[in-house]
């Protein structure tokens, strides 16, 4: 038996499925706890004249009512860039923006308090859009250019140039549970914090600075969240830290856990882009230079922009060798929340551009699209086979994959008779598209590819597994549970994984960039391997065996190598060494080795590998409606040598599902004053059992080992939620057979109205052309 | 006359909880039971959103099936005020796992069918009620959101657990249970809640209470409860009401009590008015069906609401009741649906008049020889969405497929939903053909001014104003 590869489900499933799994809101509540409500700023941008907190005081089970005097160390929760005060002091910048927090002894009596708080605003004029803010010079952070060639130069001189612009809208993570954390000070100024946090080690950094206490003094516990997405990466952090200011204030255990809309209303979300091309190319649809100029709403504060920008960047070629490239990138400063990590983290909007673009040169040059995009692929050695950043795509599955998916997919049999389809039928149109992925893995920032471990074997030999990374539905904890069972040759069941606490494995990363397996699994399965060359002598000499060199540790047992009826049982092994006062815990460290990237050039191996996919997806689009359905999908993608096949085409199945809701139906809606108006399931729509196909395929790559990650897996987190290009490109190819456009413009998310937008722009065309076809011919 | 008795007043809200009495004397009756069950320590059942549209919250609840016995049904906790459960028995995600796993329970372990759980309970519990009525399947958990798993392996636990007949100790207890609700009221300082038996009780508590709110399912109210915690002094519910519930058909009409749920009118009058099939499929989810009335969708007068249309378009009638004098007779009246709407979230309802029933007719206008009807519904997604705009058309063809009457009724393009009144004129004595419907659409793209939301711009619900009444055509041609 081995733990690696086999199909495990999720361990906390019994959990999940009898309701007793514990989540952060769910733990027992300690006396005297206290809850949080915020006060929310009616207007997208103002200067705050005067905070009344006094009329709260009158409502009964109010506690206190938090202000920017009660934080004694500092007022900022930011990142990357301190500019994110937790309480706002002079100016709110986005509608909605928390100004202060009141304490109930309820949450009922600090809500109603909430509402009594008196601010009084002075209303100035927001900046709503990237437009806007590209209109008034209003940025965040550093522009960044990634160039390879000379872009210019190859437009000049290329066979065919066209412009194309696209803009999307970013999405709401909607994960199941809202952002929640308890604080629970003890009564010598330590704190114990339970939070909904993809990295509790920054949620303890930012509370200490608040606090303006050592990070000692913190410890942050996650046990588990009700999906992340990146939604509780840097997010998670100004919850935390009101909870704690209010413990901190009030000397008692707080709760906050968010309502549905004070979490849409007040967190960031994925970034909307701006993208802008030129694309030169060839009569046989060859790229020849591309020139980008991408722009994010990053909202009010920095948060995670600039590496969510730079992902985009470095995502702009997708699975295309661009000769000559430039992409440029900035950072839109809006009056809207402050945008952030959203698996993906910028690749998909960077790929959303050049599959626009080469979208629009296989319509100008009326070949079909999947043709232009295969011819594109990195391909070859050398220059053909490296990005527009220098980072060389060694290990290339991209045609072995697109192949593969062709295949799988049936697609030139469907795709005629798909046109049978669409003759016969006026007002509905059906198309098929197939689109690849390719996606980089580890963190743009170097220093957060280094995780630890912790694994600690009791006498009874049971044991506990902690680590670095977060659970958050991903499966991470299952997958570290499969890994330290099979390094150190033990049943599963006698690992228990704890919670991941700061002061299990201190410094820890986000568990984000889809790297929780790859870091974690290297740092757990190091540190089982130094208790086996620990225990391998005690069971050598339990077993009267000259050498540790003789021992392996297999299923339950120690077993000598040559003669593997020699054996005892793992627990006796325990046993022994604790008697023999050898230590049983040990860390376990990893970094990743030999990437890098040059801040000056913009050039490097920022990348350990890439992660690559396909998918073929076949929609069905009404021309008096604009709704589409999808009606199968089929995918081939890569996770190296699965570690665990149920986990990995859970992601794979739900990434390009929530991708393909990006695209279509979440659409985000703010209003002229910057309301957001979508702000609960009610008018944001993610998608249901209802819009998934019943066909519906999944075929893990095989025969793909992937070398140097732990036991040849690989990262599968984020990149299939970009498989679901294919579905945007799908309803697009419908749109194109109700005329014979040679563009088709489709908003994002391809809403219906959006959809029947570009139909009828395709009809115009079409009928434009039409009537200009005979002045040609005279 | 015949004689009416208030309900009778209790000192304690009661219900069964996974099979143990629970006895309430403090709490408010209109606590939603997600509120009391996260505060008493049940944390099993979650909180997604508090809409009723993520169904993390759903429980079961012991009702009544379209065909009188009792049934499992899947409800959201999070609307459900506690007063609507007294006498009822409730099944939470704690209390399906006997010793050993549920088979549902099971088949969603062995799927994959949790990736993060906060969504799990909720599904489990969905995947309960359909488990006992032996149909698992999509439509058993479209009320349920899930934002890790693509749904895929949930489908494949279903497909697992569906076409079961079980027999184990949850369908012998249902066997045992009565759907029927008693007459109920709680009587407490700052408020009160009724559940009275028939009409004349129910009219004379609302003339004793001329400020109290009545309550059908409670899933427009419900809304107000949960996000507003909005403590009503008087509620009345209607579900006992035995004069509002049931479904009676002659040859000429169908007659809807305005108490009875939606997932009733869906299962009983299946294939009767395909207009109305098609509505109530895309209404909402199967939780907010097992509790939403037509009484409440019309009684909320939403200018969004998906019934109307349907009622418009099929010349349905509504009958009112009220009791000017308590000595006297019960006062009705009857009025065409599309009277009953005066404006904005207005209506005709009087203080003290509450509908009693619906009736559709469902008689071929004079001279016609066959009719052609159905409803479409747009929103930005297909699946338990708001209307963008939805419509329902009905048109009577005489011999010679010349239109005799049409009836063409939307939602979402004016303030009430309405009848495009000139374009069913101009459609009189015209050949049902493509040329009529195509000189028809400028005429219908006008015949609203629709506002922009956020669910779409004025502009595209003109389009589909006309769009969709083409669409039917075309329909109606294969
Ligand atoms: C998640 C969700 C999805 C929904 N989806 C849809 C949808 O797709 N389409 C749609 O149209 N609606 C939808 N709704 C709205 C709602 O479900 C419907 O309006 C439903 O029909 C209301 O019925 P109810 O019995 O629950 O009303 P209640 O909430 O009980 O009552 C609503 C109002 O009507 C009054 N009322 C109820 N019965 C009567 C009566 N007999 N006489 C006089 N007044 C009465 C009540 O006093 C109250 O003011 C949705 C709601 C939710 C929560
Ligand atoms: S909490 Fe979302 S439906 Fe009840
Ligand atoms: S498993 Fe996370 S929302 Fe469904």
Same mark, same amino acid.
């Given at each position: 038996?081995?733990?690696?590869?086999?199909?495990?489900?999720?361990?906390?499933?019994?959990?999940?499925?009898?309701?007793?799994?514990?989540?952060?809101?769910?733990?027992?509540?300690?006396?005297? !706890?206290?809850?949080?409500?915020?006060?929310?700023?009616?207007?997208?941008?103002?200067?705050?004249?005067?905070?009344?907190?006094?009329?709260?005081?009158?409502? =009964?089970?109010?506690?206190?009512?938090?202000?920017?005097?009660?934080?004694?160390?500092?007022?900022?929760?930011?990142?990357?860039?301190?500019?994110? #005060?937790?309480?706002?002091? =002079?100016?709110?910048?986005?509608?909605?923006?928390?100004?202060?927090?009141?304490?109930?002894?309820?949450?009922?009596?600090?809500?109603?308090?909430?509402?009594?708080?008196?601010?009084?605003?002075?209303?100035?004029?927001?900046?709503?859009?990237?437009?806007?803010?590209?209109?008034?010079?209003?940025?965040?952070?550093?522009?960044?250019?990634?160039?390879?060639?000379?872009? *210019? #130069?190859?437009?000049?001189?290329?066979?065919?140039?066209?412009?194309?612009?696209?803009? !999307?809208?970013?999405?709401?993570?909607?994960?199941?549970? &809202?952002?929640?954390?308890?604080?629970?000070?003890?009564?010598?100024?330590?704190?114990?914090?339970?939070?909904?946090? *993809?990295?509790?080690?920054?949620?303890?950094?930012?509370?200490?600075?608040?606090?303006?206490?050592?990070?000692?003094?913190?410890?942050?516990?996650?046990?588990?969240?009700?999906?992340?997405?990146?939604?509780?990466?840097?997010?998670?952090?100004?919850?935390?830290?009101?909870?704690?200011?209010?413990?901190?204030?009030?000397?008692?255990?707080?709760?906050?856990?968010?309502?549905?809309?004070?979490?849409?209303?007040?967190?960031?979300?994925?970034?909307?882009?701006?993208?802008?091309?030129?694309?030169?190319?060839?009569?046989?649809? $060859?790229?020849?230079?591309?020139?980008?100029? $991408?722009?994010?709403?990053?909202?009010?504060?920095?948060?995670?922009?600039?590496?969510? $920008?730079?992902?985009?960047?470095?995502?702009?070629? @997708?699975?295309?060798?661009?000769?000559?490239?430039?992409?440029?990138?900035?950072?839109?400063?809006?009056?809207?929340?402050?945008?952030?990590?959203?698996?993906?983290?910028?690749?998909?909007?960077?790929?959303?551009?050049?599959?626009?673009?080469?979208?629009?040169?296989? /319509?100008?040059?009326?070949?079909?699209?999947?043709?232009?995009?295969?011819? @594109?692929?990195?391909?070859?050695?050398?220059?053909?086979?490296?990005?527009?950043?220098?980072?060389?795509?060694?290990?290339?599955? $991209?045609? /072995?994959?697109?192949?593969? #998916?062709?295949?799988?997919?049936?697609?030139?049999?469907? *795709?005629?008779?798909?046109?049978?389809?669409?003759?016969?039928?006026?007002?509905?149109?059906?198309?098929?598209?197939? &689109?690849?992925?390719?996606?980089?893995?580890? %963190?743009?920032?170097?220093?957060? @590819?280094?995780?630890?471990?912790?694994?600690?074997?009791?006498?009874?030999?049971?044991?506990?597994?902690?680590?670095?990374?977060?659970? !958050?539905?991903?499966?991470?904890?299952?997958?570290?549970?499969?890994?330290?069972?099979?390094?150190?040759?033990?049943?599963?069941?006698?690992?228990?994984?704890?919670?991941?606490?700061?002061?299990?494995?201190?410094?820890?990363? #986000? &568990?984000?960039?889809?790297?929780?397996?790859?870091?974690?699994?290297?740092?757990?399965?190091?540190?089982?391997?130094?208790?086996?060359?620990?225990?391998?002598?005690?069971?050598?000499?339990?077993?009267?065996?000259?050498?540790?060199?003789?021992?392996?540790?297999?299923?339950?047992?120690?077993?000598?190598?040559?003669?593997?009826?020699?054996?005892?049982?793992?627990?006796?092994?325990?046993?022994?060494?604790?008697?023999?006062?050898?230590?049983?815990?040990?860390?376990? %460290?990893? /970094?990743?080795?030999?990437?890098?990237?040059?801040?000056?050039?913009?050039?490097?191996?920022? %990348?350990?590998?890439?992660?690559?996919?396909?998918?073929?997806?076949?929609?069905?689009?009404?021309?008096?409606?604009?709704?589409?359905?999808?009606?199968?999908?089929?995918?081939?993608?890569? +996770?190296?040598?699965?570690?665990?096949?149920?986990?990995?085409?859970?992601?794979?199945?739900?990434?390009?599902?929530?991708?393909?809701?990006?695209?279509? !139906?979440?659409?985000? +809606?703010?209003?002229?004053?910057?309301?957001?108006?979508?702000?609960a399931p009610s008018t944001y729509k993610i998608p249901t059992i209802g819009e998934i196909p019943e066909q519906f395929e999944v075929h893990l790559l095989e025969r793909a080992a992937q070398e140097g990650v732990i036991y040849g897996s690989k990262a599968v987190g984020e990149p299939p939620l970009m498989l679901a290009m294919s579905v945007r490109e799908a309803i697009r190819g419908a749109i194109a057979a109700f005329g014979q456009a040679s563009a088709v413009p489709l908003a994002s998310p391809a809403t219906p109205e959006a959809i029947l937008d570009a139909i009828e722009g395709v009809q115009a065309a079409t009928s434009a052309a039409e009537t200009r076809q005979p002045v040609l011919f005279d | 006359m015949p004689q009416s008795s208030p309900p009778p007043s209790s000192p304690t809200l009661s219900f069964t909880l996974n099979g143990k009495p629970v006895r309430l004397r403090q709490e408010s009756p209109t606590t939603t039971l997600l509120h009391y069950l996260n505060q008493s320590g049940s944390t099993g059942t979650k909180e997604g959103c508090g809409d009723g549209d993520c169904g993390a919250c759903t429980v079961v609840i012991v009702g009544e099936g379209a065909d009188g016995q009792p049934q499992y049904q899947a409800v959201n906790s999070c609307l459900i005020p506690l007063g609507s459960l007294a006498g009822r028995e409730v099944i939470t995600v704690e209390g399906v796992a006997n010793g050993a796993l549920h088979p549902v329970q099971a088949a969603m372990v062995e799927t994959g069918g949790s990736q993060c759980g906060y969504c799990t309970p909720g599904f489990i519990m969905s995947l309960f009620a359909a488990y006992y009525d032996g149909v698992v399947d999509d439509a058993s958990v479209e009320g349920n959101l899930c934002r890790c798993t693509g749904y895929l392996p949930i489908r494949r636990a279903a497909q697992q657990v569906t076409g079961v007949q079980p027999c184990d100790a949850f369908a012998s207890q249902l066997s045992q249970s009565s759907p029927r609700l008693e007459p109920w009221s709680l009587i407490q300082a700052e408020q009160s809640f009724f559940r009275p038996g028939d009409v004349r009780s129910l009219l004379n508590l609302m003339a004793g209470h001329p400020t109290a709110t009545l309550i059908a399912g409670g899933t427009d109210l419900g809304l107000e409860l949960s996000h507003k915690r909005r403590l009503y002094p008087v509620m009345i519910s209607l579900e006992a009401v035995a004069e509002l519930q049931g479904i009676s058909q002659t040859p000429d009409a169908v007659t809807i009590g305005a108490a009875v749920p939606l997932s009733q009118i869906e299962q009983t009058l299946t294939g009767v008015f395909p207009s109305l099939d098609t509505m109530l499929y895309w209404f909402a989810a199967r939780q907010v069906r097992n509790r939403a009335t037509m009484g409440g969708n019309l009684g909320t007068a939403s200018p969004i609401g998906d019934l109307p249309p349907v009622l418009l378009s099929l010349d349905a009638t509504l009958t009112l009741v009220s009791q000017p004098d308590p000595e006297e007779a019960l006062h009705e009246r009857t009025l065409p649906v599309a009277d009953f709407f005066t404006g904005y979230r207005e209506t005709v309802l009087q203080p003290g008049e509450v509908i009693r029933h619906v009736t559709l007719p469902h008689t071929l206008s004079a001279g016609a020889v066959r009719r052609l009807s159905q409803s479409y519904k747009v929103g930005k997604r297909g699946t338990d969405d708001i209307s963008i705009v939805a419509a329902a058309f009905t048109v009577d063809l005489d011999g010679e497929d010349r239109v005799v009457q049409a009836r063409l009724g939307y939602g979402g393009v004016a303030a009430t939903p309405a009848r495009a009144i000139a374009v069913e004129d101009a459609l009189i004595g015209q050949p049902w053909s493509g040329e009529t419907v195509r000189s028809l659409k400028p005429m219908l793209h006008d015949a609203f001014t629709p506002l922009s939301d956020l669910r779409g711009s004025a502009s595209y619900r003109r389009r589909l104003v006309a769009n969709l009444f083409e669409k039917f055509f075309q329909e109606s041609q294969s």
């Amino acid at each position: 038996m081995s733990a690696v590869g086999t199909r495990k489900s999720h361990e906390s499933a019994e959990g999940h499925v009898t309701g007793r799994a514990v989540y952060t809101d769910e733990q027992r509540q300690p006396a005297g !706890m206290l809850s949080l409500w915020p006060v929310m700023a009616p207007h997208a941008h103002a200067r705050i004249i005067r905070i009344d907190p006094s009329p709260a005081y009158e409502i =009964e089970g109010l506690v206190t009512v938090l202000t920017t005097d009660d934080i004694p160390g500092e007022n900022d929760t930011g990142t990357i860039v301190w500019d994110e #005060a937790l309480f706002p002091t =002079e100016f709110v910048k986005f509608w909605g923006m928390p100004v202060v927090w009141t304490v109930g002894e309820t949450e009922d009596a600090a809500r109603i308090a909430a509402s009594k708080v008196i601010v009084e605003y002075e209303p100035l004029e927001p900046i709503l859009s990237i437009q806007a803010a590209i209109a008034q010079d209003s940025f965040l952070g550093f522009p960044v250019t990634v160039e390879r060639g000379d872009a *210019q #130069a190859a437009l000049a001189d290329a066979p065919h140039t066209l412009e194309g612009e696209l803009e !999307m809208k970013g999405q709401d993570h909607f994960y199941l549970e &809202t952002h929640t954390s308890w604080v629970v000070p003890d009564r010598e100024g330590n704190y114990q914090v339970y939070a909904s946090t *993809q990295h509790p080690t920054e949620t303890q950094v930012v509370i200490a600075r608040l606090l303006g206490v050592p990070s000692n003094r913190v410890v942050v516990t996650c046990l588990r969240m009700g999906g992340g997405f990146g939604g509780k990466e840097t997010q998670a952090n100004p919850y935390a830290a009101v909870a704690a200011i209010a413990a901190y204030k009030t000397g008692r255990p707080v709760r906050v856990k968010l309502k549905r809309d004070h979490d849409m209303i007040t967190s960031g979300k994925r970034h909307g882009f701006l993208g802008q091309y030129r694309i030169g190319y060839t009569d046989e649809g $060859l790229i020849t230079a591309v020139d980008m100029d $991408l722009c994010s709403d990053g909202g009010w504060s920095v948060d995670l922009s600039p590496p969510v $920008l730079l992902r985009a960047v470095l995502h702009a070629d @997708n699975a295309y060798y661009v000769p000559h490239m430039t992409v440029r990138g900035r950072i839109a400063k809006t009056n809207k929340v402050s945008n952030t990590a959203f698996r993906g983290f910028g690749g998909p909007q960077g790929m959303l551009v050049i599959e626009d673009a080469v979208d629009r040169v296989a /319509r100008a040059l009326r070949l079909p699209p999947e043709l232009v995009r295969e011819r @594109n692929f990195y391909r070859g050695d050398g220059e053909t086979n490296t990005t527009h950043y220098g980072q060389e795509v060694v290990d290339n599955r $991209l045609a /072995r994959i697109w192949s593969e #998916a062709i295949a799988s997919a049936n697609f030139a049999e469907r *795709q005629g008779a798909i046109a049978q389809f669409n003759e016969a039928h006026p007002h509905r149109k059906r198309a098929l598209a197939i &689109t690849p992925v390719k996606f980089g893995i580890s %963190f743009n920032k170097k220093v957060y @590819n280094q995780a630890g471990a912790l694994v600690l074997i009791y006498a009874d030999g049971s044991i506990q597994l902690n680590h670095g990374g977060t659970e !958050m539905g991903q499966g991470l904890h299952t997958k570290m549970l499969q890994v330290a069972a099979h390094t150190l040759g033990v049943r599963g069941d006698r690992v228990r994984i704890m919670p991941t606490s700061t002061d299990k494995v201190p410094n820890t990363s #986000a &568990t984000a960039a889809s790297s929780g397996s790859d870091l974690n699994g290297q740092a757990v399965k190091d540190a089982c391997s130094t208790l086996l060359t620990r225990l391998a002598p005690v069971a050598a000499k339990l077993l009267e065996l000259d050498g540790p060199e003789e021992i392996d540790f297999i299923d339950d047992w120690a077993i000598c190598r040559t003669y593997p009826s020699r054996r005892v049982r793992f627990e006796a092994v325990a046993q022994q060494a604790y008697d023999d006062r050898v230590p049983l815990s040990a860390t376990g %460290f990893y /970094r990743t080795p030999n990437i890098y990237w040059d801040y000056e050039t913009n050039r490097g191996r920022p %990348f350990y590998y890439f992660a690559y996919g396909a998918a073929v997806s076949e929609v069905e689009v009404d021309g008096f409606t604009g709704c589409f359905k999808l009606r199968q999908v089929d995918i081939v993608h890569d +996770v190296g040598e699965s570690l665990n096949p149920l986990v990995d085409r859970g992601q794979i199945e739900g990434g390009f599902v929530q991708g393909m809701g990006w695209l279509t !139906m979440e659409d985000l +809606v703010w209003d002229e004053q910057g309301r957001l108006r979508t702000v609960a399931p009610s008018t944001y729509k993610i998608p249901t059992i209802g819009e998934i196909p019943e066909q519906f395929e999944v075929h893990l790559l095989e025969r793909a080992a992937q070398e140097g990650v732990i036991y040849g897996s690989k990262a599968v987190g984020e990149p299939p939620l970009m498989l679901a290009m294919s579905v945007r490109e799908a309803i697009r190819g419908a749109i194109a057979a109700f005329g014979q456009a040679s563009a088709v413009p489709l908003a994002s998310p391809a809403t219906p109205e959006a959809i029947l937008d570009a139909i009828e722009g395709v009809q115009a065309a079409t009928s434009a052309a039409e009537t200009r076809q005979p002045v040609l011919f005279d | 006359m015949p004689q009416s008795s208030p309900p009778p007043s209790s000192p304690t809200l009661s219900f069964t909880l996974n099979g143990k009495p629970v006895r309430l004397r403090q709490e408010s009756p209109t606590t939603t039971l997600l509120h009391y069950l996260n505060q008493s320590g049940s944390t099993g059942t979650k909180e997604g959103c508090g809409d009723g549209d993520c169904g993390a919250c759903t429980v079961v609840i012991v009702g009544e099936g379209a065909d009188g016995q009792p049934q499992y049904q899947a409800v959201n906790s999070c609307l459900i005020p506690l007063g609507s459960l007294a006498g009822r028995e409730v099944i939470t995600v704690e209390g399906v796992a006997n010793g050993a796993l549920h088979p549902v329970q099971a088949a969603m372990v062995e799927t994959g069918g949790s990736q993060c759980g906060y969504c799990t309970p909720g599904f489990i519990m969905s995947l309960f009620a359909a488990y006992y009525d032996g149909v698992v399947d999509d439509a058993s958990v479209e009320g349920n959101l899930c934002r890790c798993t693509g749904y895929l392996p949930i489908r494949r636990a279903a497909q697992q657990v569906t076409g079961v007949q079980p027999c184990d100790a949850f369908a012998s207890q249902l066997s045992q249970s009565s759907p029927r609700l008693e007459p109920w009221s709680l009587i407490q300082a700052e408020q009160s809640f009724f559940r009275p038996g028939d009409v004349r009780s129910l009219l004379n508590l609302m003339a004793g209470h001329p400020t109290a709110t009545l309550i059908a399912g409670g899933t427009d109210l419900g809304l107000e409860l949960s996000h507003k915690r909005r403590l009503y002094p008087v509620m009345i519910s209607l579900e006992a009401v035995a004069e509002l519930q049931g479904i009676s058909q002659t040859p000429d009409a169908v007659t809807i009590g305005a108490a009875v749920p939606l997932s009733q009118i869906e299962q009983t009058l299946t294939g009767v008015f395909p207009s109305l099939d098609t509505m109530l499929y895309w209404f909402a989810a199967r939780q907010v069906r097992n509790r939403a009335t037509m009484g409440g969708n019309l009684g909320t007068a939403s200018p969004i609401g998906d019934l109307p249309p349907v009622l418009l378009s099929l010349d349905a009638t509504l009958t009112l009741v009220s009791q000017p004098d308590p000595e006297e007779a019960l006062h009705e009246r009857t009025l065409p649906v599309a009277d009953f709407f005066t404006g904005y979230r207005e209506t005709v309802l009087q203080p003290g008049e509450v509908i009693r029933h619906v009736t559709l007719p469902h008689t071929l206008s004079a001279g016609a020889v066959r009719r052609l009807s159905q409803s479409y519904k747009v929103g930005k997604r297909g699946t338990d969405d708001i209307s963008i705009v939805a419509a329902a058309f009905t048109v009577d063809l005489d011999g010679e497929d010349r239109v005799v009457q049409a009836r063409l009724g939307y939602g979402g393009v004016a303030a009430t939903p309405a009848r495009a009144i000139a374009v069913e004129d101009a459609l009189i004595g015209q050949p049902w053909s493509g040329e009529t419907v195509r000189s028809l659409k400028p005429m219908l793209h006008d015949a609203f001014t629709p506002l922009s939301d956020l669910r779409g711009s004025a502009s595209y619900r003109r389009r589909l104003v006309a769009n969709l009444f083409e669409k039917f055509f075309q329909e109606s041609q294969s």
